[in-house]
């Protein structure tokens, strides 16, 4: 998939904002929002928290987790640990772009907060590549990702499966036991010939 | 102006949710394209939501084109056709790539009604595949010696791979799946409520049809 479809399906987490106008209740298709009163904070979509802060009708509330010390604390357990740790939210990343990107003054020291995101995404990206290579080492056609965003797994789409599906060829051609025809590779033939002789 | 025009969907008679219908078909187009194969079709899902779609349309044109709820309802709206069309497109390009094998398959799942395609799906790979064989035979056939015309359909037929590794985050905990390993070893694993896992796609296939895992 495309890092926006993945962005896309992360702008449908709930935040909280505050709203500067009033408003009834909104009833959208996937839910109730509302009612807005101004300054007083409520949950809506992430997408809708962007789009009324494009407008300027609203401030971001920034996510709990979007506090210094809390990510400095996220970034020591994830050099600490061996395994990929627990993220505040399945969806960090993206929502840390996006907030960081259209609301940044809303959200406190935004750029210290900025670099420790990246820091944290490094630090896995980094035990993600390690784990790929001591897996595709080890030959194995299983693999167990627990806490993985949807973001990080993208990022390896490209390249992870692909090996896999090779390797499982190289061991099918390997093994022979297996007839080459399950391999499903498409062939384009015409009979005609053969069948004449 | 109508100031009061609620756009809810209140008077919908049916037990689920527009919510719950916009759920399920996020998650339908999600599986959808990831899985190699094509998968068991929706369609009450999207002709639910289409209606709903229209629903909402009228009621927004009855709104003053400068109230901010009007651009709030039309940008929900355009966010869920993308996902519609999308779905549906990524059916339609499964349905050609794999066209011959889908109608076989399909011919087979028709008899006990199991049928994957929708009705209009089953017409459009049925006419596809009409128009690469009169292709074939205007273009190549017709014009090479008649003891080398016979087409066999079935011989150029593109095949999923269904072993191919997806990555996939289990709804429900799942006993038991069997992984084949080629050294005649077959391993079990359990997957729990909550994990993910990179595996191939042929062992799961079942669980992702009926929602025991979600592919991400």
Partial sequence: MDPCEIEFIGENRIISIIPNFTYDKIYLICGEFGPFRAGLPLNVPLWLAMMLKQKQKCRIVPPDWMDIDVLENIKEEEKRSRFFTKMPNEHYMVEAKLILGAAAEDVPNSSEIKTI???IWDIRMSKLRTSMDALMKSGGGYGRLDHLTMMEINSVKPLLPAAMDNLLRIQMKTKKTAPTSSLNTSSFSQSGTSQHT | MESNVHLDLSDEEEEI??????????????NERLAPEILPHHNDMVECMLGQIQHMERNINKLAKTDLRASIHKMELNRIKFVICNYLKTRLNK???YCIHILNEERL????????LTPSEYKYAQDYLLNIENHIKSVILNKVPSNMQALEMNKIAEYPNLQTHVFLKANEMVNGVVLEDLTGEDEEIDLEEGSQHILQYKPIADLVKNGKVQLV
């Fill in chain 1, 117 to 119: 995101i990246k820091d």
């Fill in chain 2, 17 to 30: 949710t527009a919510e719950t219908v916009l759920k399920t078909l996020q998650t339908a187009w999600q």
């Fill in chain 2, 95 to 97: 349905i050609e790539k």
């Fill in chain 2, 109 to 116: 799942r028709l008899e006990t009604s199991t049928n994957y």
